[in-house]
């Protein structure tokens, strides 16, 4: 599975993703082993012409190609050291390696976008996100990298998915 990030994000995922799809030919990795699943949270599903600038237009062409869907399809895995229940996208959670692409920007809740976020919102169950965005943290935490509750939640779940390489 390469889990990517919305329209949201300024990800040039189409510039990242035929270096990745090299890689995986290397390994004999067939086309039809491979998914891409967009990761968009709470957000509005991509358009074919979204996914095509996202992804290129060759990507869409050849693979399976999904839009996350919060509300739907969603598998437990686990519950945080905060007690938050953790609901991964299905897709993603039956596939053997999963890679991420995304960017680490400034974001105002969890310090940084990417990373763990690309887990957690990104391809979230809603109340798992909904968990996740409303827990509870001092005004010292939100702004402490090591200490801020939401982007280590974040963090842990990325390792209950399982994510293997993460591209920022």
């Given at each position: 599975a390469i889990i990517f990030d919305d329209m949201a994000r300024v990800t040039r995922v189409s510039k990242i993703v035929p270096h990745i799809l090299a890689e995986l030919a290397l390994a004999s990795i067939p086309n039809d082993h491979i998914r891409f699943i967009c990761a968009l949270g709470t957000h509005g599903a991509l358009d074919r012409l979204d996914l095509v600038k996202k992804l290129g237009a060759d990507v869409v062409a050849e693979y399976a190609v999904y839009?996350?869907?919060?509300?739907?399809?969603?598998?437990?895995?686990?519950?945080?050291?905060?007690?938050?229940?953790?609901?991964?996208?299905?897709?993603?959670?039956?596939?053997?390696?999963?890679?991420?692409?995304?960017?680490?920007?400034?974001?105002?809740?969890?310090?940084?976008?990417?990373?763990?976020?690309?887990?957690?919102?990104?391809?979230?169950?809603?109340?798992?996100?909904?968990?996740?965005?409303?827990?509870?943290?001092?005004?010292?935490?939100?702004?402490?990298?090591?200490?801020?509750?939401?982007?280590?939640?974040?963090?842990?779940?990325?390792?209950?998915?399982?994510?293997d390489l993460l591209i920022e």
């Open positions: 839009n996350h869907n919060c509300f739907d399809n969603c598998v437990y895995v686990g519950t945080t050291s905060w007690g938050t229940k953790i609901y991964l996208n299905a897709e993603m959670m039956s596939c053997d390696f999963k890679i991420s692409i995304g960017t680490a920007t400034p974001h105002p809740s969890a310090l940084f976008s990417g990373g763990g976020k690309m887990i957690l919102p990104g391809v979230a169950g809603f109340n798992s996100i909904r968990d996740n965005h409303t827990l509870q943290i001092s005004r010292e935490q939100s702004l402490d990298y090591d200490d801020n509750p939401r982007r280590l939640e974040k963090k842990e779940a990325a390792k209950m998915a399982g994510l």
